[in-house]
């Protein structure tokens, strides 16, 4: 009895510690200062989507599969997402889900909205879909954080200055080293 108790508490915790992500909502085009748009091929889509030049249409035509965006987390090494959306009509709900398992229920605003997802999980499968009642939903594009851009903090650069010190206290205390074990052996 007590191995299964030690068992059932450590499968809630890991199911806790995978599905730990956070999701905002913003009303509004995203602001994408620090974020660079994704390529549509880093994803798969099933049901009924449509590609064009204003982003990714996501259909429902109340036939199985639903229509949704799917992305395979261990092939991004990414732990934020932001999904910049677009509707007609604020009806229905986006369902994001984690591995078949529904984690949020959305409610889909009219106009331009978007949702942040933060503190991803390494692997798994990340689905976006709509629900019964959405007709049609726009995913004007899905962003990922930039790497090397933004401030860097005082500490960084005090680190960075103080390993370069040392780099260089190092370079020619050896040069030092090299040249003396050189001359006196003459």
Not at 123 to 149: K, N
Request: aromatic share 10%; hydrophobic share 45%.
């Amino acid at each position: 009895m007590r191995r299964a108790t030690l068992v059932v508490t450590a499968i809630f915790l890991w199911g806790i510690a995978t599905f730990a992500f956070s999701i905002h909502k913003g009303l509004g085009p995203p602001d994408t200062r620090g974020w660079c748009p994704a390529d549509w091929l880093i994803g798969c889509t099933s049901g009924i989507a449509a590609l064009d030049s204003e982003g990714l249409h996501l259909l429902n035509l109340l036939v199985p599969p639903r229509s949704a965006y799917e992305l395979e987390l261990k092939l991004l090494p990414y732990q934020s997402l932001l999904f910049s959306f677009e509707s007609e009509q604020g009806i229905g709900h986006v369902i994001i889900s984690l591995d078949g398992v529904e984690v949020e229920r959305v409610a889909i605003e009219t106009g331009s909205w978007w949702l942040r997802l933060d503190d991803l999980p390494p692997e798994g499968t990340l689905r976006v879909e709509v629900d019964d009642y959405c007709e049609s939903l726009l995913i004007r594009s899905v962003y990922f954080p930039c790497r090397g851009e933004g401030p860097v903090g005082p500490e960084c650069k005090d680190r960075f200055l103080e390993g370069l010190l040392w780099g260089m206290g190092l370079t020619v205390a050896l040069l030092l080293a090299s040249y003396v074990v050189i001359h006196t052996g003459e």
